[in-house]
């Protein structure tokens, strides 16, 4: 999928690729990271992989320690609440800096996005 004006790097796509597994729980807290099978599912290179591994390290989604397995972080309950509180302050802040900084690109990207939105009544794995 592509979006218009938006250009990605392997390095961006693994990185929202793993990022958006943790996030989902798709890899759970405490999970190890296989890099070599990750990598292949997603078509790259190890190179690309660590370097994703290495990011979200810094912003403290994965515990990386010398000579072991890089694994997701757990979040306490108390981690996820203060996460929580910061995020009800800051985003109604980014919402509003991202509309008012907005672009002829960015809406575009927008309006290809919600073009290729289904409506949930549509979903077939739904009961009706």
Avoid: C, W
Avoid at 7 to 28: C, H, M, S, W
Avoid at 43 to 51: A, I, K
Avoid at 68 to 85: K, N
Wanted: hydrophobic share 45%; no cysteine; net charge negative.
């Amino acid at each position: 999928m592509s979006f218009p004006g938006a250009t990605f790097t392997k390095n961006d796509y693994v990185y929202a690729q793993l990022r958006t597994r943790i996030l989902t729980g798709e890899l759970p807290a405490g999970s190890v990271i296989g890099q070599a099978k990750l990598a292949a599912e997603l078509g790259v290179s190890t190179t690309p992989l660590r370097e994703a591994i290495r990011r979200l390290a810094a912003e403290g989604m994965i515990d990386l320690e010398a000579h072991r397995d890089a694994r997701v972080t757990a979040v306490t309950a108390d981690e996820a609440r203060h996460l929580y509180q910061v995020r009800e302050s800051v985003d109604p802040l980014a919402a509003s800096l991202a509309a008012r900084n907005r672009t002829g690109a960015d809406i575009s990207a927008v309006e290809f996005a919600l073009s290729r939105l289904e409506p949930i009544s549509d979903a077939r794995d739904l009961d009706a």
